[in-house]
T-cell receptor, first 108, second 115 residues
């Protein structure tokens, strides 16, 4: 069965801390996505990757195909990073299977 | 910039009513998706369309139907709304690629309450 699991469910940290959110999946995937959802509902795609590492500003996404695991890192976290971060995977087609999300709160 | 719009941000309907949720994208994307999002369950795919008049059932199609008469517009229909369809509904679109997967662009969501 195609499954995506995220941890932790909730994460609270102080401003400036290095943040790591983890995602694991059950079987081989075609691509893995990291998404961000702010209060109010809108979802924005942060990264799509199938191997290695991608970086955009303070955000870094990595994937280890052998271990079926991906991480999203945020360096020098800021209160505006507070959001729900969602991991999702393509299992060989256009459809996405989603994790249940990680609620991140950054305290000033 | 890709823009995906949804007809309403908030909607309140009564049990048994027929409900239409509309989604429009302006980037000529082939693929369009309807999801619902519930606390603790994440996003779940209701229906997917890969071309005009073409559709595929997702993970939870029961109680829903869809219509795609024009490439830019994808409608979700609740034939007879029930209280267990109270949820956040999100539309997304993506372009077709040889690889078979692309970044999905999401609309702002419609929060539906069925009384």
């Amino acid at each position: 069965k195609n499954e995506v699991e995220q941890s932790p469910q909730n994460l609270t940290a102080q401003e400036g801390e290095f943040i790591t959110i983890n995602c694991s999946y059950s079987v081989g995937i075609s691509a893995l996505h990291w998404l961000q959802q702010h209060p109010g509902g809108g979802i924005v795609s942060l990264f799509m990757l199938s191997s290695g590492k991608k970086k955009h500003g303070r955000l870094i996404a990595t994937i280890n195909i052998q271990e079926k695991h991906s991480s999203l890192h945020i360096t020098a976290s800021h209160p505006r990073d507070s959001a729900v971060y969602i991991c999702a995977a393509n299992f060989g087609n256009e459809k996405l299977t989603f994790g249940t999300g990680t609620r991140l709160t950054i305290i000033p | 910039d890709v823009k995906v719009t949804q007809s309403s941000r908030y909607l309140v309907k009564r049990t048994g009513e027929k409900v239409f949720l509309e989604c429009v994208q302006d980037m000529d994307h082939e693929n369009m998706f309807w999801y619902r999002q519930d606390p603790g369950l994440g996003l779940r795919l209701i229906y997917f369309s890969y071309d005009v008049k073409m559709k595929e059932k997702g993970d939870i199609p029961e109680g829903y139907s869809v219509s795609r008469e024009k490439k830019e517009r994808f409608s979700l229909i609740l034939e007879s709304a029930s209280t267990n369809q109270t949820s956040m509904y999100l539309c997304a679109s993506s372009s077709l690629s040889l690889a078979g997967w692309e970044t999905q662009y999401f609309g702002p969501g419609t929060r539906l309450l069925v009384l």
